[in-house]
T-cell receptor, first 114, second 108 residues
């Protein structure tokens, strides 16, 4: 009964390929996020969706496209992978209501681009 | 200037020591503040929220100074299991902004 689950956990692929990471939460949260943690361990927001609507879109290359089919799912598709895309990608979710600001993370998806 | 800055670390302390982490943030509109903990190769997990009046949870004490835009975390009687990276997090709006983290190693 994992709260935020993302797949795959590990992904090794060649430059130029297209890949997707899926995320699902069963917490009933309204807001979902994608964070990128690079080799220097810095966690940086990429996207956020609130009830299927994009609310945060940081400076991320167009090759990254999030998709939220419903409020429990937020997938990340990456086109034309580059070496610099190698990182751990964390999905997270939080409730929207005031005073309930907890961010719950998935276990992460480690992407290695060769 | 980074939106959230923390002590660079790493901190290497003996078991039983008291250790303090500092954090500053630049966005004065920030309304919510947290400390998260991240173990090696794991996801970040909430350690504690930080309230204006300061708050304590067992051996952990968090303080917030809004005027100075400064947050601290004090760990008393360090345990080996406290070894991790401690992430200062602020929430100015919809986004949770993470600091770079401070690594703590508690040594036997």
């Amino acid at each position: 009964d994992t709260a935020v689950s993302q797949t795959p956990k590990y992904l090794v692929t060649q430059m130029g390929n297209d890949k997707s990471i899926k995320c699902e939460q069963n917490l009933g949260h309204d807001t979902m996020y994608w964070y990128k943690q690079d080799s220097k361990k810095f966690l940086k927001i990429m996207f956020s969706y609130n009830n299927k609507e994009l609310i945060i879109n940081e400076t991320v290359p167009n090759r990254f496209s999030p998709k939220s089919p419903d409020k429990a799912h937020l997938n990340l598709h990456i086109n034309s992978l580059e070496l610099g895309d190698s990182a751990v990608y964390f999905c997270a979710s939080s409730p929207r209501r005031a005073g309930a600001n907890v961010l719950t993370f998935g276990a992460g998806s480690r992407l290695t681009v060769l | 200037r980074k939106e959230v800055e923390q002590d660079p670390g790493p901190f290497n302390v003996p078991e039983g020591a008291t250790v303090a982490f500092n954090c500053t943030y630049s966005n004065s509109a920030s309304q919510s503040f947290f400390w998260y903990r991240q173990d090696c190769r794991k996801e970040p997990k909430l350690l504690m929220s930080v309230y204006s009046s300061g708050n304590e949870d067992g051996r952990f004490t968090a303080q917030l100074n809004r005027a100075s835009q400064y947050i601290s975390l004090l760990i008393r009687d360090s345990k080996l299991s406290d070894s991790a990276t401690y992430l200062c997090v602020v929430k100015p709006g919809q986004n949770f902004v993470f600091g770079p983290g401070t690594r703590l190693s508690v040594l036997p």
